[in-house]
């Protein structure tokens, strides 16, 4: 059986649980984001959306952090450091036990909705890799019919085209 703390004034509880909710509901937006991603991604066409929807990712990815600092910034005021590197659902257990129930299922879908958000990071991810693997070839096949043989790497550095197979032969 875990003991509750009785020290802790309820408000301690009912601040994370509001502070939990606006996580969610700033993940909900993220996850948001990242569909409207995979839909650009699918019908991709110009990679102007693409650059507009990474810098509201960007965006919505800072004032996630920033919730999330604050939360724990309002776990750590009144536990050490220590219990809560174990996280939030140790902590829980140490809370106001009429808030648990909340805390626990607001808990819940927020972890739901980080694990949605990171599958589907990863799968953007994948796609995003697959286009500029495909472009990247497309314009080394290109360089090699101009005859170029060198190009410039993202630092500047000078690196050869590479030699896979061409498009057709003559």
Request: glycine share 4%; proline share 5%; hydrophobic share 35%.
């Amino acid at each position: 059986m875990t003991a509750h703390i009785d020290s802790f004034p309820p408000s301690l509880s009912r601040q994370i649980l509001e502070q939990l909710v606006l996580e969610t509901e700033i993940a909900k937006q993220f996850l948001q984001i990242l569909n409207d991603e995979c839909a650009t991604l699918m019908e991709f066409s110009s990679p102007e959306p693409l650059r507009e929807l990474a810098q509201k990712k960007w965006q919505i990815g800072q004032q996630l952090e920033a919730a999330y600092k604050e939360r724990m910034q309002l776990v750590q005021s009144r536990f050490p450091v220590s219990a809560t590197q174990h996280g939030l659902a140790d902590i829980l257990e140490r809370l106001d036990p009429q808030q648990q129930d909340d805390l626990a299922k607001q808990w819940n879908s927020y972890n739901e909705l980080v694990a949605q958000a990171k599958s589907l990071n990863e799968s953007n991810a994948i796609m995003i890799h697959s286009y500029l693997k495909y472009n990247q070839d497309a314009l080394d096949s290109l360089n090699r019919a101009a005859g170029v043989q060198h190009t410039y790497d993202g630092k500047g550095m000078r690196k050869p085209v590479s030699t896979g197979k061409p498009l057709a032969s003559a």
